[in-house]
C-alpha cells in the first residue's frame, strides 16, 4: 500500500514516517513524502495512493485547499484523506470534515491514534 | 537516548534553529512597518511560531511547546485583528525569540535551560491577549456572489483576510489560470508575486484543468486596489473576474478611474519584500551562475585584448587594462565560489532517509544490519543530492538483498551475525566521492562471466579479467530473473543506476571479493555549473572536453598509431592507449592529408576505470564553460553533455566522455577498420 504524507517541516515528517513505518510492521507500506501542497500536486498524477496525510498550514496551498482540489477531482476523490494538523481551532476541523476528509487529527497525538486512525483510512485490521 | 531519539532531536534542533533565524528577521520587518504591517508579515511569524509549536508537542519539549503556544494563541488574535499593535507586544515578541533560542541551545546543553524564565512571559502574554477585543458588525461577505466550494476551501485566517479587504474597499477578484503541470509551482509564483505588489492574494486554490489538457488551474481570492481590467493587464494570462455584486460600490477608487493607480496610496502597494531570507529556487542560482559563466567569457575576451599587439603598443593602456582584468579575475572567482556555496548541502541530508530504508528493507528480509554513515558534512550540489538519493537508494538495496548474507550462513562463514553496510562520503580533489560498502558474499566474477555469456553479452569462449567483468552488471540486461525480489527488483537494475550516475557527470565502479563483500564506488564532480575544459578542434569543428576527464594530452605522428585487433592504438610508456577519431564519431569529414607525417594530438581521458586517447587535429586553449542544456531533442545524444558558448557566441559541443566510450568506441573503431581494408 501506498501513502502520500503532505508536511512542510522535516522533521515532522521524518517523525511520522517512522512512527507510521514502527506501526505498520504486519503490511508493506509505502511513504511518498511531499514538503508541500505543490510538491503533493507534482507527484500525484505518478502514483496511486491508497490514503494521503496532510497537514494544514503549509505555504504556497495550505492543506484544506489541497483537500478540497482532491475532493472535487475526478480520479483522486476516492482517496482517503487525513489531515494531521496542530489546529485547535474547531472551524477549520469542521471546514475539513465539510471538504470531506475522512480523518482529523490534532498534533501532538498519541502515536497509537495515529496508527488506529490510518488502519481505519486504509481498511486494514 | 536511544539513537533514534538524538537523530530526532538534532532534526529538531536544527530545524528549530533556522525556523527562529527567520523569525528574528521577520520580527525587523514587523517592527519597521509598525501598525501598518502587511498582513502577510504578521502571519508569516504566526506560522513560523505555529510550526515551532507542532514540533516541539510532538517531540515532548514541554517548555517550547507551551510558549509557542501562548504566542500562537497572541498572535492568532492579532492576525484577527482582535488585538492591537503596540510597542508592548513587539518587545514581547523579541524577548519570547530570544528565550525560545536559549531552550533549543538548552536541549543540548541543559545547564542553560534555567536562564529562561517562561512565566514572566506567560504573564505579559496573557497581559495583552486580556486586552478587549474590537467589535465589528454586519457580514461583509454578503457583497459578495462567492461560490460554496470556495467559502469552504477558506481557512479561518483567510475568511478573516477576506472580511478586512471587503471592509476596506478593495476590489475582490478571482484570478485563474491554467499553468503546465511540470512547471506551474515557478509560474504561480511569478504570478502572486506580481499581484501581491498591488493587493493581497487572500487563497489559492488549485482546480481541475477544465479545457481538457492535463495541466492544473489555479483559482486565486484577491483583494486589490486594481479594479479587473487593470488586474487583467498584470495577469495576462489569466481569467479575471469581480466577485462583488453589481450594488456593492467600492469605496476607494472610482469607477472609470485611472485602470492602474497613479501613485501607491496604501501600505498594500508596498513593494518591500516580505521577507530579509526566503528560499532560492536552485533555478534561480542556476541563472545567476550563468551571468557568472558569461562575466568569465568577457574576461577571457579582455585578456586576449590585453596580450594584442595594438594595445602593446600603447604601454600604458596595456599595463592598466591588465590590472583591471587581474582584479576582474579575482572577484570572478570570489562570486563564483560564493553561488557554488550557496548551491551547496551537506550529504547528510539524505542519510535519515537511508537509514530509514535500510532498517525497514533489514526487518523484511529479516537480516540483522549495522549502517555506518560516514562524512555526512561532505558538501555536494543540492540538486545532484537530490538526484542521488534514488541510484543510492538502489545499490544498498542489492547489498542488503544480495550481498549480505543471513545470520547462519555468515556464522558459517567465521563472520559476526550482524552484517555491516558503511556509507563514506569525502571530498577528493573537485570531486566527491561515495562508498557503499558491505562485508557480504561478495560477487563472484566467475558467475558473471557465466551470467554474460548465456545472455550473449560475451562471446561463449571469450575470456575478460575480473575488472571487465565487474563492469559488466552495470550493462542493460545482465540483471537476472533469479535476482528479482520483493527488494530490490523493481524494474531497474544497475545499468539505470550507472546512466543516473552518468547524467551527474559521474563514474561508478565495483570491488569485490568473492566471501569478503563489496564496494561501489560513485564519483561525482562538485558541482555541474562550471567546468574547466579543453577546446580542441576536430574535422574543422570545435569541442570543449571538461578537464575533469582528461588525463594528459600529446602531439603523435600518423606513423605512431598502429592497428591492434582491429582498434587503432598507441603507445603510452608501456601502456597501450587504445585511440577514437573524435571527427568519426561525430560522422565529420575528415580533412586531414594522410601521411605518416601528419601531425595530431592525443588527449588522454578516463571515465571511471576505462581510459582512451581521443585523436583531434589540434588542441586550442584551456577556458573555463558554463554547461547548457541542448534541449530535449538532442538530450540523449551519446557523447554529448551539453553546449557552451565559447568566446564571441561562437557555440561548441561539450564532450560527455564516459558515454563517448561506451556509444561511440565500437563504432568510429569498425568504421577505421574498414577503411584500413
Redesign the interface.
Given at each position: 500500500m501506498k501513502i502520500l504524507v503532505v508536511e512542510d517541516s522535516s522533521s515532522m515528517r521524518a517523525y511520522l514516517a517512522t512512527v507510521i513505518e514502527g506501526g505498520t510492521e504486519s503490511y508493506e507500506l509505502e511513504i511518498v513524502e511531499a514538503a508541500s501542497g505543490f510538491e503533493a500536486l507534482k507527484t500525484l498524477p505518478h502514483h496511486k495512493f491508497d490514503a494521503i496525510l496532510t497537514d494544514i498550514n503549509m505555504p504556497d496551498i495550505n492543506g484544506l485547499e489541497l483537500v478540497s482540489f482532491l475532493k472535487n477531482h475526478p480520479v483522486y476523490k476516492s482517496i482517503p484523506i487525513m489531515v494531521i494538523s496542530t489546529e485547535s481551532s474547531d472551524e477549520d476541523r469542521r471546514r475539513a470534515a465539510a471538504l470531506g476528509a475522512e480523518e482529523y487529527l490534532v498534533k501532538p497525538f498519541q502515536t497509537g491514534d495515529l496508527i488506529d486512525k490510518l488502519r481505519r483510512l486504509l481498511k486494514v485490521a | 537516548m536511544t539513537r533514534?531519539d538524538d537523530r530526532?532531536r538534532e532534526?529538531?534542533t536544527?530545524?528549530a534553529e533556522e525556523l527562529l533565524d527567520t523569525l528574528s528577521r521577520d520580527l525587523v520587518e514587523f517592527e519597521a512597518q509598525g501598525t501598518g504591517v502587511r498582513p502577510e508579515v504578521v502571519n508569516k511569524i504566526f506560522?513560523e511560531i505555529?510550526?515551532l509549536?507542532?514540533?516541539a508537542?510532538?517531540?515532548g519539549f514541554v517548555d517550547i511547546?507551551e510558549l509557542a503556544h501562548n504566542l500562537e494563541d497572541m498572535l492568532d488574535r492579532l492576525r484577527m485583528g482582535k488585538i492591537a499593535i503596540t510597542k508592548d507586544l513587539i518587545d514581547l515578541l523579541y524577548d519570547s525569540v530570544d528565550s525560545l533560542n536559549r531552550l533549543v541551545i538548552a536541549i543540548n546543553d541543559p545547564s542553560l535551560g534555567a536562564l529562561v524564565d517562561i512565566t514572566a512571559l506567560t504573564r505579559r502574554i496573557h497581559h495583552i491577549v486580556s486586552a478587549q477585543p474590537e467589535q465589528k458588525s454586519g457580514d461583509p461577505l454578503s457583497e459578495l456572489t462567492i461560490d460554496d466550494?470556495t467559502k469552504?476551501?477558506?481557512?479561518?485566517y483567510?475568511e478573516h483576510r477576506l472580511v478586512e479587504n471587503v471592509r476596506a474597499g478593495k476590489y475582490i477578484l478571482f484570478v485563474e489560470q491554467t499553468f503546465d503541470?511540470a512547471d506551474?509551482?515557478e509560474k504561480?509564483?511569478t504570478l502572486t508575486t506580481n499581484l501581491s505588489e498591488a493587493g493581497e492574494v487572500i487563497?489559492?486554490?488549485?482546480?481541475?484543468d477544465t479545457s481538457g489538457g492535463?495541466g492544473?488551474a489555479f483559482r486565486l481570492l484577491y483583494g486589490s486596489m486594481l479594479n479587473d481590467a487593470a488586474v487583467a493587464a498584470i495577469a495576462p494570462d489569466a481569467r479575471v473576474s469581480s466577485l462583488r455584486k453589481a450594488t456593492s460600490p467600492v469605496k476607494t477608487i472610482a469607477e472609470g478611474g485611472p485602470a492602474m493607480p497613479e501613485a501607491p496610496v496604501d501600505d498594500d502597494l508596498s513593494l518591500r519584500s516580505l521577507s530579509q531570507t526566503v528560499r532560492v529556487d536552485i533555478a534561480k542560482l542556476d541563472h545567476v551562475m550563468n551571468i557568472v559563466g558569461e562575466l568569465i567569457i568577457e574576461r577571457t575576451q579582455l585578456e586576449t585584448l590585453t596580450r594584442s599587439h595594438e594595445v602593446q603598443q600603447v604601454r600604458m593602456l596595456s599595463h592598466e587594462l591588465t590590472k583591471i582584468s587581474r582584479n576582474l579575475d579575482r572577484k570572478l572567482n570570489e562570486l563564483q565560489k560564493s553561488v557554488i556555496e550557496t548551491r551547496m548541502v551537506p550529504v547528510g541530508q539524505i542519510y535519515?532517509k537511508l537509514s530509514?530504508t535500510v532498517?525497514?528493507v533489514a526487518?523484511e528480509l529479516n537480516k540483522e544490519i549495522e549502517l555506518v554513515l560516514r562524512g555526512e558534512d561532505t558538501e555536494l550540489d543540492k540538486m545532484m543530492i537530490e538526484e542521488l538519493t534514488d541510484p543510492l537508494m538502489h545499490i544498498i538495496r542489492n547489498a542488503l538483498d544480495h550481498g549480505v548474507e543471513s545470520a547462519d550462513e555468515r556464522r558459517a562463514a567465521g563472520k559476526t551475525d550482524r552484517g555491516h553496510i558503511t556509507l563514506n562520503a569525502y571530498q577528493q580533489g573537485n570531486s566527491v566521492v561515495l562508498d557503499v560498502i558491505d562485508d557480504g558474499r561478495g560477487i563472484d566474477p566467475e558467475k558473471i562471466r557465466a551470467v554474460a555469456a548465456k545472455r550473449g553479452l560475451i562471446g561463449e569462449k571469450e575470456t575478460i579479467d575480473d575488472k571487465r567483468a565487474f563492469e559488466l552488471i552495470f550493462t542493460p540486461g545482465f540483471s537476472t530473473a533469479s535476482q528479482v525480489s520483493e527488494i530490490s527488483g523493481r524494474g531497474v537494475g544497475l545499468d539505470v543506476v550507472k546512466k543516473n550516475i552518468q547524467e551527474l557527470k559521474g563514474t561508478i565502479d565495483v570491488v569485490s571479493a568473492p566471501g569478503q563483500g563489496s564496494t561501489f564506488r560513485i564519483i561525482l564532480p562538485i558541482t555541474l555549473a562550471i567546468i574547466q575544459a579543453l577546446i580542441v578542434r576536430a574535422g574543422g569543428e570545435e569541442f570543449a572536453i571538461p578537464l575533469t576527464s582528461v588525463e594528459e594530452s600529446l602531439r603523435i605522428y600518423s606513423r605512431d598509431i598502429r592497428t591492434v585487433e582491429r582498434r587503432e592504438v598507441f603507445t603510452l610508456r608501456d601502456f597501450t592507449l587504445p585511440l577514437l577519431r573524435l571527427a568519426d564519431a561525430f560522422g565529420l569529414s575528415d580533412d586531414h592529408e594522410h601521411g605518416p607525417d601528419t601531425k595530431w594530438f592525443v588527449v588522454v581521458t578516463r571515465a571511471g576505470e576505462k581510459t582512451v586517447g581521443i585523436l583531434v587535429d589540434a588542441l586550442v586553449r584551456q577556458q573555463e564553460i558554463v554547461i547548457k542544456s541542448i534541449g530535449e531533442r538532442l538530450k540523449t545524444t551519446p557523447g554529448v553533455a551539453g553546449a557552451t558558448e565559447v568566446g564571441e557566441s561562437e557555440i561548441v559541443l561539450v564532450i560527455d566522455v564516459g558515454s563517448l566510450i561506451d556509444h561511440f568506441g565500437g563504432r568510429a573503431r569498425e568504421a577505421r577498420a574498414l577503411a584500413h581494408v
Open positions: - | 533514534e530526532a532534526e529538531f536544527s530545524e506560522r505555529h510550526s509549536k507542532g514540533l508537542g510532538m517531540l511547546s466550494q469552504k476551501s477558506l481557512t479561518e483567510e503541470l506551474f509551482d504561480l509564483r487563497s489559492t486554490l488549485p482546480v481541475l492535463n492544473i535519515s530509514r532498517r525497514k526487518r
